[in-house]
């Protein structure tokens, strides 16, 4: 079983930036890939960006390519969304996921485990 809380969203404006964190539970953190998804009002929820276990593979969406980052830290069982030049449709739930898996994180149908969302909204 994993537990996951995210952290880190809030109000900022355009251009801004915002950190978010996913605080995993369980000592088997090192073994799951990870995934950031996110949820616009009145849409489905999307696929961002996603890490291997080791942390050696990661995979972002056009959308947000060269502007967020995912990065993990296994010693501390979080993964991390860095997101840059944040724009309105920006504007979501953030979501992070847990497979063991990295294949699984490609769309939100197949993660085994989900946080409850960390809301990011961004001004312009």
């Known amino acids: 079983q994993v537990q996951l809380v995210e952290s880190g969203g809030g109000l900022v404006q355009a251009g801004g930036s915002l950190r978010l964190s996913c605080a995993a539970s369980g000592r088997t953190f090192s073994s799951y890939a990870m995934g950031w998804f996110r949820q616009a009002p009145g849409k489905e929820r999307e696929l961002i960006a996603r890490i291997g276990a080791s942390g050696s593979v990661t995979y972002y969406v056009d959308t947000v390519k060269d502007r967020f980052t995912i990065s993990r830290d296994n010693a501390k069982n979080t993964v991390y969304l860095q997101m840059n030049s944040l724009k309105s449709e920006d504007t979501a739930l953030y979501y992070c996921?847990?497979?063991?898996?990295?294949?699984?994180?490609?769309?939100?149908?197949?993660?085994?485990?989900w946080g409850q969302g960390t809301q990011v909204t961004v001004s312009s």
């Open positions: 996921a847990a497979d063991v898996s990295f294949f699984n994180l490609r769309t939100s149908s197949s993660p085994e485990y």
